[in-house]
């Protein structure tokens, strides 16, 4: 069924909900799991074009990366990383089609209309823009099966 699944983190407590879900699933399904976070402040936008040192930020989402994965490896799961410059929604995006994987998943903050209008939608822009499967989680929500 999966082989690939994209797992996006945005190195917050709404993590906490994705982990075990996907976690279950990937044993379940025998697939594997690639850890994304897309750094997205200041130095991040501009690594590239103006040429920059790694940022306190992208130094402290790659820790957050590894010890995740180092944590979901601990159970036996075959984990990889990536950490994305830019705008989350694009490199989703990008690293989804770029490693082939056959499932996004993602977290759910449950805006409104008016939230989504002024701070925007991660979750929006890659359905959107997407044929791979999202598996969405509300943030907050950690139990299994209920």
């Given at each position: 069924m999966?082989?690939?699944?994209l797992?996006?983190?945005?190195n917050t407590?709404?993590?906490?909900?994705?982990?075990?879900?996907i976690?279950?699933?990937?044993?379940?399904?025998g697939?594997e799991l690639l850890?994304?976070?897309?750094?997205?402040?200041?130095?991040?936008?501009?690594?590239?074009?103006?040429?920059?040192?790694?940022?306190?930020?992208?130094?402290?989402?790659?820790?957050?990366?590894?010890?995740?994965?180092?944590?979901?490896?601990a159970t036996?799961?075959?984990?990889?990383t990536?950490?994305a410059?830019?705008?989350?929604?694009?490199?989703?995006?990008?690293?989804?089609?770029r490693?082939?994987?056959?499932l996004i998943?993602?977290?759910?903050?449950?805006?409104?209309?008016?939230?989504?209008l002024f701070l925007?939608?991660?979750?929006?822009?890659?359905?959107?823009?997407?044929?791979?499967?999202?598996?969405?989680?509300?943030?907050?929500?950690?139990?299994?099966g209920?």
């Amino acid at each position: 069924m999966y082989k690939k699944i994209l797992v996006a983190l945005e190195n917050t407590r709404a993590d906490e909900t994705l982990q075990p879900h996907i976690a279950l699933l990937a044993r379940t399904v025998g697939a594997e799991l690639l850890l994304l976070h897309v750094a997205d402040g200041w130095a991040a936008r501009n690594f590239e074009q103006l040429k920059l040192t790694e940022s306190a930020e992208m130094k402290a989402d790659q820790a957050y990366l590894d010890q995740v994965a180092e944590t979901l490896r601990a159970t036996g799961l075959k984990v990889t990383t990536h950490l994305a410059l830019g705008n989350p929604p694009t490199e989703i995006l990008r690293t989804a089609e770029r490693e082939d994987c056959d499932l996004i998943a993602m977290t759910s903050h449950g805006h409104k209309l008016l939230a989504d209008l002024f701070l925007g939608s991660t979750i929006d822009r890659v359905r959107h823009n997407t044929r791979v499967p999202i598996l969405v989680l509300r943030a907050g929500n950690p139990g299994l099966g209920r």
